[in-house]
């Protein structure tokens, strides 16, 4: 019987080992030159790939003339062509919810961190400054008033967490039943824009498409009170990078925390890096040793069921390919 092989655009963690390691049918390689021409040389021989954040391109795609599937280790998918995949009638699927109890946490660390002063207070104890603490007072998460954007997987294990907190939660996501979004204890917001002026904190927690690239710019900024903290651990892009240093440089909002930017791995000239009211992490808010096994596995179990035949239509996003 002729071994099903699977190209892995990522190391081979034991998520990915728990589930091909158990199969006498499956081989797999790891690859770690990522460029387009090479694997242009090798996408034929693959029956699936395993994806990275390395482009997938069309070029790619067209060349897979065995591949049965794509499958993402994460959530995102930006840098893959999802219409030549679907063109090719080729599933792209996702790891569902392996790391959205993850990415909500980092996102309520953002705004622990930001009310608490942990940034400040960290580097000012360490000097003996303990008048720091009323300089620059800390404040309570509860009855501040958050706007989360999007409420997919993640958004709505955030919503959670920020009503645990005894936060006043608002919510905007135009794809979803507006009565799910109430039952989890939140408020839907339709125009979310004009909601701007109350809100303390904005959190950004949907894809990153044409519709929500640059959705928060110099005007939206601007609408938020200078009092206000932007959070983003979505995807980079989506809050306009240069009008948020702009913001932040004027003091137009009081900070921001953010995991992605919108070039990776960001460079130590970028400008927010010089800002003294921002915390940032190198786009890890879905990456925990927790996340990284779940993610790994359900990587590899989407490729193996869809060898089976029993791929799960909800972690595919191109799903009118399944016919």
Same mark, same amino acid.
């Given at each position: ?8 655009? *990522? ?30 040389? %090798? ?15 069309? #070029? ?12 993402? %280790?994460?959530?995102? &998918? ?27 946490? %980092?996102? !309520? &660390?953002? /705004? ?10 960290? #580097? ?9 603490? /009323? ?13 989360? +954007? ?5 958004? #709505? ?5 920020? $009503?645990? *907190?005894? *936060?006043?939660?608002? $919510?905007?996501?135009?794809? $979803? ?10 408020? =839907?917001?339709?125009?979310? #824009?004009?909601? +701007? ?26 609408? !938020? =009170? ?21 913001? !932040? ?15 990776? =791995?960001?460079?130590?000239?970028? =400008? +927010? ?9 190198? %786009? ?7 996340? /990284?096994?779940? *993610? ?14 029993? !791929? ?12």
């Amino acid at each position: 019987m002729s071994k099903k092989r699977v190209m892995i655009q *990522m190391p081979v963690t034991d998520g990915i080992k728990s589930v091909f390691d158990a199969r006498d049918d499956i081989t797999y390689d790891r690859f770690t030159e990522l460029g387009e021409d090479n694997i242009l040389q %090798h996408i034929a021989n693959y029956d699936a790939v395993i994806l990275g954040v390395a482009p997938f391109t069309a #070029r790619i795609i067209a060349q897979a003339e065995n591949l049965q599937i794509a499958s993402r %280790h994460g959530v995102g &998918y930006d840098s893959v062509d999802v219409a030549a995949l679907t063109e090719a009638g080729i599933p792209l699927s996702v790891t569902g919810t392996a790391n959205s109890v993850t990415v909500a946490e %980092h996102a !309520l &660390y953002f /705004m622990l961190s930001l009310a608490k002063r942990g940034r400040i207070f960290d #580097r000012e104890t360490r000097k003996g400054n303990w008048t720091v603490r /009323m300089e620059t007072p800390a404040f309570d998460l509860a009855g501040r008033t958050v706007l989360i +954007l999007g409420f997919g997987r993640i958004g #709505r294990r955030l919503v959670k967490r920020c $009503v645990a *907190m005894d *936060m006043k939660v608002l $919510v905007h996501d135009p794809y $979803v039943i507006q009565d799910t979004i109430a039952t989890a204890g939140a408020s =839907p917001v339709t125009d979310w #824009r004009a909601a +701007l002026a109350d809100v303390d904190f904005l959190s950004v927690n949907c894809p990153k498409t044409a519709e929500t690239d640059g959705m928060v710019g110099e005007a939206e900024l601007a609408a !938020l =009170p200078d009092t206000a903290f932007v959070i983003n651990t979505a995807r980079g892009g989506i809050i306009d990078e240069a009008a948020l240093v702009a913001a !932040l440089q004027a003091k137009v909002i009081a900070g921001a925390g953010i995991d992605p930017f919108v070039v990776e =791995p960001a460079t130590a000239d970028n =400008p +927010l890096f010089a800002l003294d009211n921002i915390d940032v992490s190198p %786009h890890s808010a879905g990456v925990t040793l927790e996340s /990284m096994f779940r *993610m790994g596995h359900w990587a590899a179990r989407n490729v193996a069921d869809c060898f089976d035949g029993t !791929l799960t239509p909800d972690n595919v996003i191109n799903r009118e390919v399944l016919g």
